[in-house]
């Protein structure tokens, strides 16, 4: 008998905007609450815990793009896993590559929803690929069909939907904490409202705005371009912020804050150096000899290297 989107009795989902109400969308159309949710990213598949899984589970996944920087280590590795804890992987419900999965498992025969390609155009997210999946079945009605949206819309950056106002604010004043995802995918696939725990997350957010407030308020001009702004003492949502001053005109943002250092296990204060440009910011801090850490459109300095990281991106900006 071919299985239903009823007999899924475990969601490990990315824990993107996306991520959480395609999922939340999923435990609707399941319609049950003892089904098993976690998540977890790409990259760190490997740390999931199948032995935790309901026995014999019916898994989908969602959002889950095969990790292209070590497939054998990680998806692959993560499929195989499954099936030896017994097992079942039976929807990918995730728009990154459909090629890719098709390298990880072969074929889709088992799979009752199938990733898709979202190069293709068809499919931006995984509220795309679940809701389209589900024409045909009328199984999801308009509060589903509305997560779904909200998701899709949620992966292009827009947070202005009802569901993805919500989920963003939640998630985003305490990013690390995956079990406000569990949380809000469970409550929204019953609720259109937030209750007073998520309306207290929400609130959290606001205050973080705040802060961006302030810090926006103070940041320096360095001409070419170059913005400074200090985030010590304040809680940030990094990427808002930054988006916020790139609109604003910024080429490169040089931020000064804590960060936490695995090397040194601790926090300690660094400054680094953003841009929204195709810009190998962390090439041209390197080559005047300076240490740097991150990747191309973000580099992080010790705050005594500044100065000469500063006199590098001027050269880099003005070329
Ligand atoms: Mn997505």
Redesign the pocket.
Known sequence: MTPSIKDITQIVS?G?V??VLTSSALLRLIGRDDVGLCFTQAFAVDKVDCSKFPAGAKVALV?LAVNNRDQAMTTAGFIARIKEAGHQVVAVI???SREDWETILGDFGELMIQPQSQSEGKYK???AVLQSSMVGYVMLDGHGQELCQA?DAG?RMDFSSHFGGMVNQAVKSDIGNDARRVYLARHFAGSTEADSVILGWMAEYDLILADHDIIVAAAQDLGNGIIRVNTVGRKVDVTTLMNRLYKAGARVVISEGDMFVPALKKKILMVAFGTSEKLDILAAIKATGVQASGFAQKANVDLQDEAAALVAIRALLNS
Do not use: R, T
């Open positions: 990315v993107s996306d991520g959002d995730d728009e990154h997210s995984s509220g998701a992966d």
